[in-house]
């Protein structure tokens, strides 16, 4: 068995005015929500999809379909709990993950750190091995234009020693 494996991930949500933000478990505002199944949180589904990739898992929309209404509206802090679940009960754990969230406002600075020690929480990692960075698109496309958001993630995995 290879001991580490790398998964990519990336989502896109559209954006309307109203409702909240959240990405990576945090509030990020209170002017803007993503159109979703779930949540929204763009950061959280691209870094389960990498880390399902990782496994060759498939990816969120096998393991949590958006037309089963157990997952209306869910908090995509449990999704990614589970996915980590996934993973522990295949042998795996993560071993880092690197993330970048495309959005033209609100500027996420303020929130990165606590974005980070979130996600670090939820696959039970230092939160040293969880890097989020923001960019925008230099008003480009449905980004720039205040339409959308996306993320993109990558994740490294490892064999679990101690759960084999």
Not at 12 to 29: A, N, P
Not at 50 to 78: K, T, V
Not at 125 to 132: A, D, K, R
């Amino acid at each position: 068995m290879i001991p580490v494996r790398i998964g990519y991930g990336y989502d896109v949500h559209r954006l309307r005015s109203g409702g909240v933000l959240k990405l990576g478990g945090i509030v990020v505002s209170r002017d803007m929500s993503t159109v979703a199944h779930s949540d929204g949180d763009v950061l959280l589904h691209a870094i389960a999809d990498a880390l399902l990739g990782a496994a060759a898992l498939g990816d969120i929309g096998l393991h949590f379909p958006d037309d089963d209404n157990r997952y209306r509206g869910i908090d995509s802090g449990e999704l990614l709990g589970n996915v980590a679940a996934i993973l522990k009960d295949r042998g795996y754990r993560p071993g880092n993950i690197d993330a970048t969230v495309v959005l033209e406002k609100p500027k996420l600075r303020p929130f990165i750190d606590a974005i980070q020690e979130k996600i670090a929480g939820i696959l039970c990692m230092e939160p040293s091995f969880v890097s989020v960075k923001a960019t925008t698109s230099e008003r480009m496309g449905f980004i720039g234009n205040g339409e959308g958001i996306a993320a993109h993630a990558v994740a490294l995995i490892t064999i679990d020693h101690a759960g084999t």
